[in-house]
């Protein structure tokens, strides 16, 4: 059964628990199965529950006053949070993600045997942010897209169906969340998992909920309908209005898009699609150029400045 071989993972903290409730409200209405799944909320402090989910809230940083809660790092807190799941597979989400269509319950099951089939499995990805670089079709897979082995940020944080020894393999301990998502793109090129997409990227900057259902898709959810500085995106409003959901969005305010990350995407996007015009394999040594020689080149530069500043010549 599922159950035995998934566990949802929220990543929360304990100031965005007003985001809980209206989390679980609308994945309730967008996939009715995540009831019979086991669900952990990595939280601080604070114990979160809802209706008849089944929920667990670790609270690793029960018995810390606030002063050692803001000094113990995110990564330290996820992997003592991530012990709690004991099924091979895990769901990695996060509290402001939202899933915006419902899930097919007979894609899902064939999207798990893709997956079951994956040796070195690492993870796929639920939202369209990734990747930018090309992917590649898979002889025999319906739902995963191969993310190219030297693809910038091949691991990070969105949602995504991880096998969970990977991410706990690849998530170094005593980070912040930003350094961990640099620090675990950087050993995703080393090591040997393998990662997919659940499609294409595409310029198609349409909301998610407000687009056709797709054959060869499972999970819905739009990587520009999140928190932003705090406030709610306005993509927000017409979801939950759809849905019927009441939300005080004075209490957090609402912010937009300026349009300059689409045009960063887009320029990007020419860049990979002309060099993917010109043959694969040129692509891919220019992805290991820029996402894994480079990068080495510069830590081996800074790790040795570090050693003579260590260890100045003596006079």
């Given at each position: ?38 669900i952990i909320v990595n939280t601080e402090k604070e114990i979160f529950s809802y209706k008849d989910f089944d929920i667990e809230c670790p ?174 995106s306005k993509r927000f409003i017409p979801f939950f209005d759809m849905l019927g959901i009441r939300v005080d969005y004075s209490k957090r ?63």
């Amino acid at each position: 059964m599922l159950k035995d071989e998934l566990t949802i993972f929220i990543s929360s903290c304990d100031k965005n628990m007003d985001l809980l409730p209206l989390f679980f409200n609308v994945l309730e209405k967008q996939w009715e199965g995540a009831k019979g799944l086991k669900i952990i909320v990595n939280t601080e402090k604070e114990i979160f529950s809802y209706k008849d989910f089944d929920i667990e809230c670790p609270c690793v940083c029960k018995g810390m006053d606030e002063k050692e809660i803001f000094a113990y790092p995110w990564s330290t807190r996820f992997l003592e949070t991530i012990k709690s799941v004991r099924t091979k597979y895990m769901m990695f989400l996060l509290d402001d993600f939202f899933l915006v269509q419902n899930v097919d319950e007979k894609k899902l099951a064939e999207m798990m045997d893709e997956i079951r089939s994956i040796k070195k499995f690492g993870a796929v990805y639920l939202c369209p942010n990734l990747p930018l670089f090309p992917t590649d079709e898979i002889r025999g897979k319906k739902y995963l897209r191969k993310v190219g082995d030297y693809s910038d940020y091949k691991a990070q944080l969105i949602p995504a169906i991880w096998e969970t020894t990977a991410i706990t393999d690849l998530i170094k301990r005593g980070q912040g969340i930003w350094a961990a998502e640099i620090s675990m793109r950087d050993r995703s090129y080393i090591k040997k998992y393998k990662f997919f997409s659940q499609e294409e990227f595409c310029h198609d900057y349409t909301p998610e909920f407000q687009k056709p259902l797709k054959e060869n898709k499972v999970f819905y959810f739009d990587f520009k309908m999140q928190i932003v500085k705090g406030k709610w995106s306005k993509r927000f409003i017409p979801f939950f209005d759809m849905l019927g959901i009441r939300v005080d969005y004075s209490k957090r305010g609402l912010i937009d898009y300026d349009g300059t990350e689409k045009e960063r995407v887009e320029s990007t996007m020419a860049l990979m699609s002309d060099l993917y015009k010109k043959g694969r394999k040129k692509l891919d040594r220019y992805q290991w150029r820029h996402n894994y020689f480079i990068p080495m080149l510069s830590k081996i530069k800074w790790k040795i400045k570090g050693w003579f500043k260590k260890n100045p010549k003596k006079g």
